[in-house]
């Protein structure tokens, strides 16, 4: 049971973000419902990896024939740590210069694109 | 060096965009023939791949190996990125080097110096590399890192212009979709990951048993590259993109888009081949008749001249799925008329492009000219600007498909497909047509007839020399159709719809 702990949370996570995306109005809570959602991705990926008892995937340290935890999903969620900050950075920079033509974060009232 | 063009290819736009601000620190005519080199690089990387691909078969680059054709270790199985260039992929990277090169020497003289015309050509050119990526990788994991890579690109693009309040919301809206689209993507491929422990796409096609996580997965690649490529109902983001990004630029979005869907057929294909049903492929269907006829609609409603441009490229992504949908539908049985149905839908990719890009040049000539897209401020255009006026006209004509031009061409060989397959789709796609048909006879008449104006700003010439580069390959694909369709498109339908087994033995040996 205590092993499926960390998907329990993924599955929170993500649902909290999306509830965030659907719900929340303003720009930032907004990015911070996509940061929520991207936690709980990552989180999902270092899990899988994990084996266990297993040890740190560094074989020149490694006891001959000790389980070690995969190092391929540590890689992935890294590069996808690194993207994320790259478009949460974008999107608050964006939400900056609405804020400065706008002077409002709220998304019902920053209207200018319909249709 | 020609054994490393696909990487090449990728690799040199990439590099070379972020070694644009440098250069252009020494010389601003230095970068420009930097940003063309980078270009014509490109086109010639891709056009010797397409070449490659076509007359010889399915072309592995396995990065990081000794030697790069060295695709499975010892045990049989690839743990290295590779990328993998089958027809389909040609095809793919032979309309975005298209597309670059006519996008970029007009953007050369389209972006003024002080609004930050250096990092503009920079974003062009790391989402050219992240279209290339797309197009030619053949592995799960990286197809994410490039999705992302053209989605940071295409957003810093579209809210490029900060000092109008507009394009940063579009590009705000624009981000949050592409966002959860990456999201549902890497959550796909980590579902994948768990259950096979593998992210190479060909390898994983081979293991897929279709378990219920599979089809979860299914799912959601269909959401993400869906969202991705602007289908109803999540194509709210791309008119305010389209119209926001500089109208040059847009045409690189829309490239964007369809290698989107391209990844679609990719998953949908060679991913979940093996194992697909005809509820998947009626899905596709459905999403394409949704979208065309949404879009189309939509654009009748518009009053501004980039937005309605905008729908109408909308409208025809839902064409490509419906092509494509109605070769899914019958892949089991393989009848003829799948295949058609297939080569319309692949064929309409590039015609497609050529025509948006046509008519988002029109718009950025325009727009240009008189400093507004509003069609209630327009009028009158065609006594001063003759050749856009021309130009508008051609490539509406394509849009909705009237013959001989390229857009018939293809939408033929969609009609024919899909009447075989149920009239009633045939049906919806010809009353489309026709709609799109009246809303760019009344956007033709609100920009370009009424009395005349004085027009006192010239269209600089690069744009005019690219935009009768695509008039002329309108014309040449409407008139022709019968070498580029057997040449490139059969190929490339084929490869989708037959070459599975020869997709996964390319990889992986045997």
């Given at each position: 049971m205590i092993g499926n702990l960390p998907f329990v949370v993924c599955v929170i996570l993500v649902a909290l973000g999306l509830w965030t995306l659907v719900a929340k109005r303003n720009l930032i809570k907004l990015v911070i419902g996509i940061g929520l959602i991207e936690s709980g991705v990552n989180l999902f990926l270092v899990s899988l990896g994990y084996v266990h008892g297993g040890i740190p995937p560094i074989y020149t340290y490694a006891p001959s024939g000790a389980p070690m935890v995969l190092p391929t999903p540590q890689a992935l969620t890294l590069t996808s740590i690194v993207i994320g900050v790259a478009t949460t950075a974008l999107m608050l920079a964006f939400a900056v210069v609405i804020y400065r033509h706008k002077g409002t974060l709220d998304a019902r009232k920053i209207r200018d694109l319909r249709g | 060096m020609s054994a490393h063009a696909p990487i090449l290819a990728i690799a040199v736009p990439l590099l070379g965009g972020f070694a644009t601000?440098?250069?252009?620190?020494?010389?601003?005519?230095?970068?420009?023939?930097?940003?063309?080199?980078?270009?014509?690089?490109?086109?010639?990387?891709?056009?010797?791949?397409?070449?490659?691909?076509?007359?010889?078969?399915?072309?592995?680059?396995?990065?990081?190996?000794?030697?790069?054709?060295?695709?499975?270790?010892?045990?049989?199985?690839?743990?290295?990125?590779?990328?993998?260039?089958?027809?389909?992929?040609?095809?793919?990277?032979?309309?975005?080097?298209?597309?670059?090169?006519?996008?970029?020497?007009?953007?050369?003289?389209?972006?003024?110096?002080?609004?930050?015309?250096?990092?503009?050509?920079?974003?062009?050119?790391?989402?050219?590399?992240?279209?290339?990526?797309?197009?030619?990788?053949?592995?799960?994991?990286?197809?994410?890192?490039?999705?992302?890579?053209?989605?940071?690109?295409?957003?810093?693009?579209?809210?490029?212009?900060?000092?109008?309040?507009?394009?940063?919301?579009?590009?705000?809206?624009?981000?949050?979709?592409?966002?959860?689209?990456?999201?549902?993507?890497?959550?796909?491929?980590?579902?994948?990951?768990?259950?096979?422990?593998?992210?190479?796409?060909?390898?994983?096609?081979?293991?897929?048993?279709?378990?219920?996580?599979?089809?979860?997965?299914?799912?959601?690649?269909?959401?993400?590259?869906?969202?991705?490529?602007?289908?109803?109902?999540?194509?709210?983001?791309?008119?305010?993109?389209?119209?926001?990004?500089?109208?040059?630029?847009?045409?690189l979005l829309v490239v964007n888009t369809q290698v989107s869907l391209y990844g679609l057929w990719r998953v949908l294909f060679t991913l979940y081949g093996g194992i697909l049903d005809t509820t998947v492929g009626w899905l596709v269907v459905a999403m394409g008749l949704l979208t065309m006829v949404v879009a189309a609609f939509m654009a009748l409603a518009q009053t501004d001249l980039g937005r309605l441009v905008a729908y109408g490229a909308v409208s025809q992504i839902g064409y490509m799925l419906l092509g494509v949908g109605v070769g899914l539908v019958t892949m089991s049985g393989r009848p003829d008329y799948g295949l058609v149905a297939m080569k319309g839908g692949i064929f309409h990719m590039l015609n497609d492009a050529l025509t948006v890009g046509l008519l988002f040049l029109c718009v950025a000539a325009v727009e240009l000219v008189k400093g507004t897209r509003d069609l209630r401020e327009l009028g009158g255009l065609g006594h001063g600007l003759p050749e856009v006026a021309l130009f508008f006209l051609v490539a509406s004509l394509a849009l909705a498909g009237i013959p001989p031009l390229n857009g018939f061409a293809s939408k033929i060989l969609i009609y024919e497909g899909s009447f075989r397959a149920s009239p009633i789709l045939a049906a919806v796609a010809v009353l489309t047509s026709i709609l799109l048909l009246a809303v760019f006879a009344r956007a033709f008449q609100g920009a370009f007839l009424g009395p005349r104006v004085n027009v006192e700003v010239r269209v600089p010439w690069p744009i005019l020399v690219s935009m009768g580069v695509l008039a002329v390959g309108i014309l040449i694909l409407g008139l022709v159709p019968g070498f580029f369709v057997e040449a490139m498109v059969t190929p490339a339908a084929k490869a989708l719809w037959l070459g599975r087994s020869l997709y996964l033995s390319a990889v992986l040996g045997g």
């Open positions: - | 601000p440098l250069l252009a620190k020494l010389h601003k005519r230095i970068r420009d023939l930097w940003v063309l080199l980078i270009v014509l690089f490109v086109g010639v990387a891709v056009g010797y791949v397409a070449v490659h691909v076509f007359t010889q078969g399915i072309w592995v680059y396995v990065l990081g190996a000794r030697h790069p054709q060295e695709t499975v270790v010892s045990g049989g199985f690839p743990i290295r990125i590779m990328l993998v260039v089958d027809a389909m992929g040609a095809f793919m990277g032979v309309i975005t080097a298209l597309m670059a090169l006519v996008a970029f020497p007009a953007a050369l003289k389209y972006l003024p110096e002080e609004e930050g015309k250096t990092l503009a050509l920079t974003l062009g050119s790391l989402l050219l590399a992240g279209i290339m990526g797309m197009a030619y990788t053949g592995d799960l994991f990286n197809f994410f890192v490039f999705l992302e890579v053209t989605s940071i690109a295409a957003c810093a693009l579209i809210g490029f212009r900060t000092w109008t309040s507009r394009a940063p919301e579009a590009a705000f809206k624009t981000m949050l979709l592409f966002s959860v689209s990456g999201l549902l993507f890497l959550l796909a491929v980590a579902f994948l990951y768990g259950e096979y422990g593998a992210l190479n796409l060909a390898y994983v096609s081979v293991l897929l048993r279709g378990s219920a996580v599979d089809r979860l997965a299914l799912a959601l690649f269909l959401g993400a590259l869906l969202m991705k490529a602007a289908a109803a109902p999540v194509h709210f983001w791309a008119p305010d993109a389209y119209g926001e990004a500089p109208a040059v630029k847009a045409l």
